[in-house]
């Protein structure tokens, strides 16, 4: 339970309309897409740097906790607060400060949406490579702290690649800045780094320079169906082996593409044993060729069908479709866990055979579908989480999955991050020194463990 | 088939859909959680209270979140059969009360003996009364029909030239008692058509403002009349100018009379509602337009979430607004941006209303439009009522607009 001396706080800094106490209220704070919920002790809906800053001061001189929250898409539980304490929402901090594409850069709020960067770019003709499915509800913030990628970070790299400059709020309430608005700086610790993938343990994100791109001239979208799935992943490392670079290459099995042709009635294969989504852009000559390139390949590996997206509306609906997977296969069970090992690319047809031996020893039913060209898998597994069997089961077969991942050489997560559903995976991929590190920089930068506490630090 | 409450994964899709999430930016009004209210009620771990009902009003009933919704989920009953829950838990202001009392007794009172005449110029004047605040100035909201359309209208209206089939036509409260421009349009066009209309003289609210208000009780009665009176028989189709009215037809009593002896009258009823464009877009060779003219007039188009939403009439729409002679149709940026009509949400809710309201006018005016239609009665009351005395462009039903382009 909060003080009531630390309420009236809050409230002083951020008024009455700012904090959230009751208890329907909380409840909606308790949760993101993961599966695990703990109710905070209270809201607060910071309007200004100055604000966060003054919240930090009192949770830190209180020692409450506190997570920082911007949409609750995260799929590993990184925003439930589990140690309770104070929820900071930045939802409402959601102002594009700057828009300036001749320097490529923007300068924007936490709680900014991805989608609404990308719209007021579209203008100027220029957009913001990184692309998480969830990217028409999801923040800047959450997209910093679990360093997102998305199917084009293929092609472009993720969020970290794309951060300039970050204003940070620390524990103590001091406000530090590092990075600028060029995209070359090499000034000191490259610290944007550090909080990128920190899921809100070691300071909270109150601005952000992004760097931004010109939309490529041409775009081109394929859908090739293959008759089975060791096919459709040697195709993926054959295109990449090649040495091209699409800005996408998505792959799914047989499970998931019915089940967003259920949702989505695109007209999709629903025999193909499995399929890839690819999109290739740039100078349109270039375009052309790469496409006959990968025609080629997916052809010696016996691809089936190559069909191309017409126009920009049927590109966006096998866009749309491929963004609704995850939402899709909910319906599947009243449980979903979903997860992002990730591997060399050349790995990837073993993955996904290892990830198909499992659930069929387990008798579970998953999901393949993955960002193929950068080895990053995302097995879903439906199930019920009330029957305590079956779930015993889900939780040794990721166990298992996760192993298999490492001995092919990749790792835990590719882009979904750690949170509560990861932690006790660490010692997988980390020797004891290298976690020990880790937590001395925590140590150094919130001595309290005020923020996020109850995560992998 | 649509999919109970433990199926949402809260991927948090639904918010990016939810018009009152995008203006209030937190979690509790979002789909997503009151999906989750509606759960932790139902399974004891949360209270009802004032402030849950409250949260749970936060909503327009759009629809826009299960359309939206990957996992399918019927966002909708769950809304209502909480409304329910909660109006029995603590109780309802006492405006939104009088006006599911009067439609709730709109048929009895029109048809009862005795309470006839009484019963026509009381539902009018009380209704407006209930509806004329919120964020529409008094001044701007709209005058009564003289006479409800229906009282003036023959029960079979015959098709003018050789007849080609025969529909019903359910006007809705709207057009009975507000806009019989609309009424008149929608007539007007099927006989053009070469349809004779029945306009049977029971049917009354199709009960839509009630069920949004947890008033499921008193709905049934009325739901019970209108079944009883759209009986199809063979006619081609039960046109609807209104798509909440629609829906409610179409997708909602066939589920409150799953368990009742109406259950196949009411699916029969709605396998034959049809918005009243996605009609004539399956028939615009029945129409001929006056092509005489070189002044188009300018015209925009609001599609409300329930068209977009139900029936997917907005399409039929914009598609004959394009092709219809002396006409310019400029496609809005915001076309399907929610006005915060919302049923009676704008009388609820007016500030939040009216900050959607504010997103909306400030592109039909950047657009200079002669007319700006949309094909819901409550987006028209809201477009209609938030222009201001020096705003010129006309706000109709598209019907209005269609019929005053066919040839005399
Ligand atoms: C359907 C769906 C598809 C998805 N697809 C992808 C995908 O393709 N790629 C991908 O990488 N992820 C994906 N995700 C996961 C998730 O959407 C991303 O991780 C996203 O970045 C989370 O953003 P958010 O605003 O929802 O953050 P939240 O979930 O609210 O928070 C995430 C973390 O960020 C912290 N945080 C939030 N704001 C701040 C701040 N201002 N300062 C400090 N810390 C903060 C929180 O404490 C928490 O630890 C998907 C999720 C869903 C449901
Ligand atoms: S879109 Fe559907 S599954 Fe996703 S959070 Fe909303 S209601 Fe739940
Ligand atoms: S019905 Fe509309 S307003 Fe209500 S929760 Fe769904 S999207 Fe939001």
Redesign the pocket.
């Known amino acids: 339970m909060l003080s009531t001396q630390l309420k009236n706080q809050l409230i002083e800094i951020v008024g009455d309309q700012g904090v959230l106490d009751q208890p329907e209220q909380l409840a909606c704070y308790a949760y993101?897409?993961f599966i695990e919920e703990a109710l905070p002790d209270v809201v607060v809906f910071p309007k200004s740097t100055a604000d966060v800053s003054q919240i930090l001061k009192a949770a830190s001189k209180a020692g409450v906790p506190v997570?920082?929250?911007?949409?609750?898409?995260?799929?590993c539980g990184?925003?439930v607060p589990v140690r309770q304490g104070i929820v900071m929402g930045?939802s409402k901090m959601d102002k594009i400060i700057e828009v300036n594409t001749r320097d490529r850069y923007v300068v924007v709020q936490?709680?900014v949406v991805n989608a609404d960067i990308q719209r007021a770019l579209a203008p100027f003709g220029f957009f913001y490579p990184p692309?998480?499915?969830?990217m028409n509800?999801?923040?800047i913030?959450?997209?910093?702290?679990?360093?997102?990628?998305?199917?084009r970070c293929l092609k472009y790299g993720v969020t970290v690649d794309y951060v300039l400059g970050l204003e940070v709020v620390l524990a103590s309430g001091e406000i530090i800045r590092f990075g600028s608005k060029n995209v070359k700086d090499v000034t000191g610790y490259k610290l944007s780094s550090l909080f990128c993938g920190?899921?809100?343990t070691l300071?909270?994100?109150?601005e952000a320079i992004l760097k931004v791109m010109p939309k490529p001239e041409a775009v081109r979208t394929l859908m090739v169906t293959f008759g089975d799935l060791d096919s459709t992943a040697k195709a993926v490392t054959d295109i990449i082996g090649s040495g091209i670079i699409p800005a996408a290459m998505e792959l799914m099995d047989q499970m998931t593409l019915n089940a967003i042709e259920d949702a989505a009635g695109l007209g999709l294969d629903r025999k193909a044993a499995g399929s890839l989504l690819i999109e290739i852009d740039g100078v349109a000559e270039a375009c052309d060729k790469q496409l006959k390139q990968i025609v080629e390949k997916v052809n010696e590996n016996g691809a089936i069908k190559i069909e191309e997206a017409a126009t920009d509306i049927e590109r966006e609906r096998l866009w749309t479709a491929r963004?609704s997977a995850?939402?899709v296969f909910a319906k599947i069970a009243p449980d979903i866990l979903s997860e992002d090992v990730t591997v060399p690319v050349s790995q990837v047809p073993e993955m996904i055979r290892t990830i198909n031996d499992i659930g069929e020893r387990y008798d579970l039913t998953i999901g393949v579908l993955a960002?193929a060209g950068d080895g990053n898998m995302h097995p879903m597994i439906a199930a019920d989480r009330s029957d305590k069997a079956q779930w015993e089961k889900v939780e040794r077969a990721f166990t298992e999955i996760f192993q298999a991942a490492v001995r092919l050489g990749g790792t835990l997560s590719g882009?979904?991050?750690i949170?509560l559903a990861k932690s006790a995976f660490i010692p997988l991929v980390m020797n004891r020194e290298t976690v020990s590190f880790m937590k001395k920089i925590k140590q150094a930068v919130d001595p309290g463990q005020i923020l996020?506490p109850g995560?992998f630090v | 088939m649509k999919q109970g409450l433990q199926n949402c994964g809260k991927?948090?899709?639904c918010l990016s859909a939810c018009p009152v999430y995008g203006i209030l930016k937190e979690e509790q009004v979002s789909p997503r959680a009151k999906l989750q209210l509606i759960k932790s009620h139902d399974n004891k771990s949360l209270e009802s209270t004032q402030g849950l009902k409250e949260i749970v009003s936060r909503c327009l009933m759009c629809g826009s979140c299960a359309a939206a919704c990957p996992a399918g989920i019927d966002h909708y009953s769950k809304f209502m059969e909480m409304r329910k829950q909660m109006v029995a838990d603590h109780g309802e202001s006492p405006a939104i009360k009088s006006m599911i009392y009067l439609l709730g007794r709109e048929y009895r009172l029109k048809f009862g003996t005795g309470l006839a005449k009484t019963g026509q110029k009381m539902i009018p004047d009380a209704l407006a009364r209930s509806f004329k605040l919120g964020n529409i100035p008094i001044k701007n909201f709209p005058t009564l029909n003289p006479k409800p359309f229906r009282t003036q209208q023959e029960v079979i209206v015959p098709a003018a030239g050789d007849p080609v089939g025969s529909v019903i036509y359910f006007t809705g409260c709207a057009t009975n008692y507000l806009y019989e421009d609309a009424g008149k349009a929608t007539i007007g066009v099927l006989q053009h058509m070469g349809y004779q209309v029945i306009i049977p003289e029971k049917q009354c609210c199709c009960s839509v403002p009630m069920l949004f208000h947890g008033a499921q009780d008193q709905a049934m009665s009325n739901i019970r009349a209108n079944i009883e009176a759209l009986d199809p028989g063979d006619v081609e189709a039960i046109i609807v100018d209104c798509s909440t009215c629609g829906e409610a037809l179409e997708n909602e009593y066939p589920k409150l009379m799953e368990q009742g002896d109406d259950h196949a009258a009411a699916t029969q009823i709605a396998s034959k509602v049809t918005h009243i464009f996605s009609f004539v877009n399956d028939h615009m060779d029945l129409l001929t337009f006056d092509t005489a003219g070189d002044n188009p007039s300018t015209v925009t188009y609001h599609a409300p979430c329930h068209t977009r939403n139900n029936s997917q009439g907005h399409l039929a729409v914009e598609s004959i607004l394009k092709q219809l002679p002396n006409t310019d149709y400029r496609p809005s940026p915001d076309r399907d941006q929610c006005c915060g009509g919302g049923g009676t949400f704008f009388y609820e809710h007016p500030q939040v209303a009216g900050e959607m309201m504010a997103q909306k006018l400030t592109s039909v005016r950047n657009m200079e439009v002669d007319y700006w239609v949309t094909d819901c009665p409550v987006c028209r009351l809201n477009l209609a009522g938030n222009l201001e005395p020096q705003d010129t462009m006309q706000v109709v039903h598209p019907i209005t607009f269609l019929y005053n382009a066919l040839k005399a």
């Open positions: 993101d897409a997570t920082g929250r911007g949409a609750g898409t995260s799929v990184a925003p930045f936490p709680g692309d998480p499915g969830s509800t999801s923040t913030g959450g997209n910093i702290a679990l360093n997102a990628g998305g199917p920190s899921e809100g300071g909270i994100i109150t963004r995850y939402g960002h882009e979904h991050g949170g996020n995560k | 991927c948090g899709l």
